[in-house]
């Protein structure tokens, strides 16, 4: 089956950097997206890695690594804005169909 | 087109009824994905949909639920005899996805959300 494993919490400061970090098991990878959730909002799409490297979006940017099965989302310059929830989630096909399978979620909290 | 539409937003039902939830998806996106979120929880997976065809469903859809996408367009998730534990969110999601040419981006609508009393 598939697993994705991210940190649940993390708190940070106005201002810096945060880092959250994803691992997962799957069959026939084909790419990890991040996604961000305001509570009682919609997932918004945030980025999508499909080879190793680092993919910058702004003030987010993302890594994979495919050898290693990790990945992570970097939010510089954070604004309290940017509190919300986090998700990773694997584009992979265990049955001969893509699908995407998203990880519980990291809440991130964005403190003064 | 404005985006992922979902209805309704929310629903209260007694346990043992049927509910039925709509989506519609952004109008060129051929992908619809149907997914459960409880609180504190990431999206779960429920099913998909390529056009019409329904292309996989999640074990943990029993056979009381029921997804359909007629002529490929717009997506109905009925639940039957509905039960306290089917209480969540329930996300639909579309894309459009083509041969070679896979960025992985879904676009959710607001979710309808169901609450069995």
């Known amino acids: 089956g598939q697993s994705l494993e991210q940190p649940s919490e993390v708190t940070a400061v106005e201002g810096a950097i945060v880092q959250i970090n994803c691992t997962y098991q799957t069959s026939g990878f084909y790419g990890l997206s991040w996604y961000q959730q305001h509570d009682g909002g919609a997932p918004t799409f945030l980025s999508y890695n499909a080879l190793d490297g680092l993919e910058e979006t702004g003030r987010f940017s993302s890594f994979l690594s495919r050898s290693d099965s990790y990945g992570y989302l970097l939010l510089q310059e954070l604004q309290m804005k940017d509190s919300a929830s986090y998700f990773c989630a694997v584009r992979d096909r265990p049955g001969g169909y893509q699908k995407v399978t998203f990880g519980i979620g990291t809440k991130l909290q964005v403190i003064p | 087109d404005t985006g992922v539409s979902q209805n309704p937003r929310h629903k209260i039902t007694k346990r043992g009824q049927n509910v039925t939830f709509r989506c519609d998806p952004i109008s060129e996106h051929n992908r619809l994905y149907w997914y459960r979120q409880t609180l504190g929880q990431g999206p779960e997976f429920l099913t998909y949909f390529q056009n019409e065809a329904q292309l996989e469903k999640s074990r943990l859809l029993s056979d009381r639920f029921s997804a359909e996408r007629p002529k490929g367009s717009f997506s109905t998730l009925e639940i039957q005899r509905t039960e306290q534990g089917d209480s969540a969110m329930y996300l639909c999601?579309?894309?459009?996805?083509?041969?070679?040419?896979?960025?992985?981006?879904?676009?959710f609508g607001e979710g309808s959300r169901l609450t069995v009393l």
């Open positions: 999601a579309s894309s459009l996805e083509l041969a070679g040419d896979v960025t992985g981006e879904l676009f």
